[in-house]
């Protein structure tokens, strides 16, 4: 494998490369080929992209029809028959099911776009500028949205301020016993506490990037009512939560509320292809034509695997009960992980909610020496959190009990060539 | 068709469907077929982003095998063997025969993410914060882009200031008679005269959504050289100019300079599949890894089509010569039309270049009868221009000569049926 | 009085003439006089810029031997006699007994151009952009130091968002039991907190626009040691605690700390003329000439009447130790006070440092009560706070014990008038 | 005289006194005295603060009075009898002759507070947020102000963007023979020019900083009537135009406008203390009460001598007409030496209105040889424009015909000196 010449033609920007130097060819399921044969397990899926595996086969038999048969490849925001399949498919499978008239938009095909329009939006609506966003927050890397990302990384090399946001302690930030909504409930009330009144708050309910942090259903719901009674809407970025991660079609039914608007992508057109949907409260509808826009908000053959996957996985709750099932697995597993790190003086902690899940192991560079080892051993996992300190768990909600189970193994191993 | 059904579900910020307000289903080449089966020729062809026609069966047939081997389809960012073949053949096929030394960054898959990235990394390099950009320039709509974008619509909605970006007058603005870079010289030159000094200079080498504005070679030149002189990098945003449109590979081949970074999307990949790039010149790929990210910068199947494209399209200057003469034709016809309106007290003018061409009738209200005539006759056509003025042409470079005969006669037919 | 002819020449902005609407003339140590003659004991004293009483006997000689001579008035930045008399005097009887090697800018006659000129030399210093500042705070509103102010009303006002600048909670905002340096702490060093590595920290280590919030000695000398680990320079803003008011010359020498940079205004010059000043750590005084300007900076008249309140009240410590008896005087009666109102079902508390005094009495309505009260009886008080629920002591340093009574005496009786 | 104090304890951001490097310790009228008693000419006269002189006797006596009888010197923004006689002269004196119904702020004391102030007003009423500003122009380095300020050195050292504000050419900027309104329309008018729709513009009309350039009569009418039509305001800033600088009180006069608003600051209180005013048109007051503060905008003993400025000068024509005459033989005698340059291989002109003139040199070089020979013979004389290449004379419009032609022999002397 000639990695040499890709190290001569690509940015220095590149990351994931670096993890796992070697150059990968085909993939199916929850297992990825290189071009020499080699066979990984997928615990990374797409970070979060691939709910439904790689190459799924039945959403590649709908896209290879479609694609057969010359429908619609690339529409721009015209009306077409894939878009109408996709819109029906979701409104009677997901939105009717869950009591929810939202109304939707197709922003362009990444989840960065679905933030931007969201925040456009929420302030056209409120006549206020300002987004309360969470510590350890991530919804994409535009300038817009970067507003609302807590990553220095991107903000940094952003080279201006990124304006247009404020940061409040996310769940659990300040530790036990303090809940940090009574800062957030203090600060809105305050004239003078610096906070400008906010056209909306975005949240991710499980922040996938920063940590695999799970709010607390209360804290959910707290500031889903803190939001309410002061009019400020609610956006909630299920991107990378949404479409089954969290043993849920939506992470925020766990919490029994419904947002203002939700921002999808990620596994939202489930077989990996970039696609991105903002859906807002009906009488929140206030764009006017073209206010927003993009060349490939109307990239079709992500609706037709879309549509296929909510028909196919979607039509009743046997596929929620599974993952929230296969959740279970994963969580008493990383909770004996995590006891075991902790025995040995490496303080660890279990967190995530479904199949959403990480183990803390306190330092980045322990985590790193973890998914290295794995990487060694046939597994490809990566770490998430401020400081790189949590091993995540993303794998596809459809590997099997056994796949689930060599990949857990090959973790166990890893931890314990490090700790033994 | 029930339209119904998109008006009470998708969001009114739609567009192109109100110029169309018709279910499309099928397409291929130059055609689109509703989901009754009418036929219409398309001279608006995703706007830019279908430069090989609709469905292009050479194409097709690459991206049928690669979905049926399992070729991985989401790759993040890692290295994949469709990757390899895409850079391999970008550089055998484009780079190296026009002396272009570029290194590659794929930053997400639409354009306003290469935007995006080129305006940070120009940041970057130089340390300073300014980006200079034209009236009428296009570069995308999510927040960094936007700044540099001249669209009151875009930065009307996006409720905060667009900061990191000062307008200069593109070529012509002031009149005949005024080289406007004489006032950029003497602005970037004077040091109370309120224009920061410029990281990066972007600029569009021929105006699309701006009205299909074609700057003079003389200009261009001299903007480079402009850039040059003061450490001003110049980024050349080719995404609707690129892939052959104005007749060469690159817009910024007629006029013989070499951009510092240029950004390409829309016809990248050839089949309509949402795909972007950034390339810069070797030595300015100052990026620290992970600085700049997103879920689709792997989207594998767009780099198989747009390998496909390359090798089939650009083995030599066949297509070229092609398109150059078939933008004559178009040119032709545009100065007879234009004659024709002027003639009847619309003064018009054509403009463009390679298959590249607009007509500019004055008034958006006349162009848009123009247009809505041509669809009544089977023709998709489209404005450009602040007001909607100019009529324009993105046929597929690939139309033989009997479609455009076709498309072109209906145009003139739509514009007789107004004036005579 | 004709209070008319204001009300209609003077803009709708217009603020303390609302809560006193009569006319005033002359004024004398802790006394306003009206046109009519009626006479105020003045606990407001310019909100802070008269320490040294109105129209200061001391200062008044030695202003118009100034003007009687043709001192120099309005001097740019020239170098003056005036001037360097202000300068020694400030070395030899400020500067030099506290162990502070500061050099000196002055930027303009009003304490949010020395915030101005602070933040921009910080940024110029680190290469940062962002300031650190808290809830609560109040430090000018021209914009660049409003971006570091908490005030709703000013911000809303200014029509973009105010840039460059995050708020964290200061001392107390938290509640009992939690130290908010910890939330700080943890967000520095947090890469994905959204808080951007700050240039500097700006603080008032007793917040008096904002409720007359004296930090604790603890949580000063702790800030200081969190910004001195990280490199992050330490901003005192003393332009309302400086000069005395809590009973050392500048507030910071409770805690024993030397911020990187101060800046003073308010009773700087000591006569209520327009002066203000930044001082800088020696090695940081990375100005290029010229990189700050204002056609005030050179208000000779304020530097004459500086030097004399230096020479008349600071060259031994008898007048702080005055400043700290009073202050004691008007904790004990405030203590009482607040007991008084909590006794009735108005929960209040005394707050504050030295004679920089308040009450919060729970609710803006109930301040403007006892405050409408005291002025009915001859006493110009003030309240202060996010919701206006403080009342204020900004009286003279220099009022008598008599005059301290008689203006306590009144305020007992507005409050007691309203329990009783 | 003991410079070296100065350069120890200033910081390095000061600039005159690198020109003029002595001390100054008396003034009166056009003359300036240092410490050891050499007199100096004054044609910088506070960069246009004095226009009546240092230490006008006439207001100085006002202002001792004042003093003597303790009236009010710092009154907050309290109703003082010193501002109502102020406010009372103004409108009989100036504002009804002119036929002007304007109101009027007191902002703080520094002219970059009126214009902050301006602009935030302008705003509000709007609901927009660009300011529409003009190359060289000046308004003040707060960051509010600086966004529509020229100067790089400003600019660059605020450490972020300066936002809310966009330049255009001001009259002359693109040569002979374009009217750069030609642009300021069509950017206008243009839906994509990238020119954000304007709360307002604001114009000097003879720039000082920026060059001694003075819009022409046409331009400026033209200007008006371009806001009007679009419902833009017009901010005149006059902050040191005004005040008869130009020969008339308003430099607006000229042109027979009446401006939405007006800055003043610089010559208003006439004795060089620190006041700045803004006029806006009655039903502009948008304010409400306290949204925009400051600590010195009630500075009486500033409004006690603009009062009896205006009493003194402005009670008829003759004053007016004095300056006119004046400004006359200033010019004559500029043509003159303009000739004398041009004729020996500098191109160099005369510029300006009234008593605000100057020579442009050709470089900032030159300019500065002649100020420094100028120094060399006794006489404080200033340069100006984007290089420094602007000789110009401010000098008090109080100056005896005697004096005047004593400093314009010496100015003579400098440049002959040079070129013989």
Redesign the interface.
């Known amino acids: ?3 040499q ?2 190290e001569r ?10 993890s ?9 399921g929850a297992h ?1 080929w290189t ?1 020499d044969g080699t066979q990984y397990i997928d615990f ?1 899926a ?5 709910n439904y595996g ?2 799924n086969p039945v959403l ?1 038999k709908a ?2 029809d479609y ?15 894939g ?2 399949d996709f ?2 498919t979701l ?1 009677e499978l997901i939105l009717k099911p869950r009591g929810l008239d939202y ?3 197709l ?7 679905a933030v ?2 969201a ?2 939006l929420a ?2 609506i409120t006549g206020r ?2 987004i309360l ?6 919804h ?8 609302t ?13 990124a ?2 946001a ?2 409040m ?1 996310y769940d659990g ?3 036990e016993g ?1 809940d940090t909504l ?2 957030v409930e ?2 809105l009330d ?8 906010p ?1 909306a708050a975005i949240v991710e309910l499980v922040q996938g ?2 940590g695999i942090n799970a709010a607390s259903i209360e804290w959910i719901k707290r500031l889903a009512e803190i939001c309410k009674q002061r009019d400020i809407l609610l956006i909630v970025d299920d ?1 990378q939560a949404g479409c089954g991660r969290t043993g849920k079609f939506f992470s925020f039914e766990h919490a029994g509320i419904k947002p203002d608007m939700v921002t999808n ?2 596994s939202l057109s489930g ?4 696609f991105a949907m ?1 859906m ?1 409260r009906r009488d929140l ?12 908000r109307g ?1 079709t ?1 992500a609706m037709v695997t879309a549509a296929e996957a909510l028909r196919h996985y979607w039509k009743d709750d046997t596929f929620e009960q599974d993952v929230q099932r296969k959740g279970e697995v994963i969580r008493e597993r990383f909770e004996m992980l995590a006891g075991l790190l902790s025995d040995v003086g490496h303080p660890a902690k279990e967190r995530g909610r479904g199949m959403m899940r990480g183990i803390d192991v306190g330092s980045g560079e322990l985590a790193d020496e973890i998914t290295h080892g794995a990487f060694q051993r046939g597994l490809i996992i990566e770490t998430s ?3 790189g300190e949590v091993v995540k768990c993303l794998c596809p909600l459809t590997i099997t009990d056994d796949e689930l189970e060599q990949g857990l193994t090959i973790l166990e191993r890893s931890i314990r060539s490090l700790i033994e």
């Open positions: 494998m000639d990695t010449y890709f033609m690509e940015s220095e920007v590149r990351t994931y490369s670096r796992f130097p070697i150059v990968f060819d085909r993939a199916c990825l071009t990374l797409g970070a979060g992209t691939l790689h190459n590649k896209l290879m694609i057969e048969r010359d429908g619609i490849v690339h529409g721009l925001d015209f009306w077409t028959h878009k109408q819109y029906q409104e109304k939707i938009q922003p362009g095909p990444t989840g960065t776009n931007e329009a925040i456009r302030r056209r500028s300002n966003t969470f510590t350890n927050g991530f994409g890397v535009t300038m817009g949205a970067l507003a990302t807590g990553n220095a990384k991107f903000r940094d090399a952003l080279g201006v301020p304006i247009g404020q940061f302690p930030y300040l530790g303090v009574d800062y203090k600060a305050d004239k003078s506490s610096g906070l400008d009144r056209a990037e920063g991107i992508s990620k077989y990996g292809l970039p903002l807002m509808d206030k764009w006017t034509p073209g206010q927003y826009n993009g060349t490939f990239h053959l959190g401020q400081a």
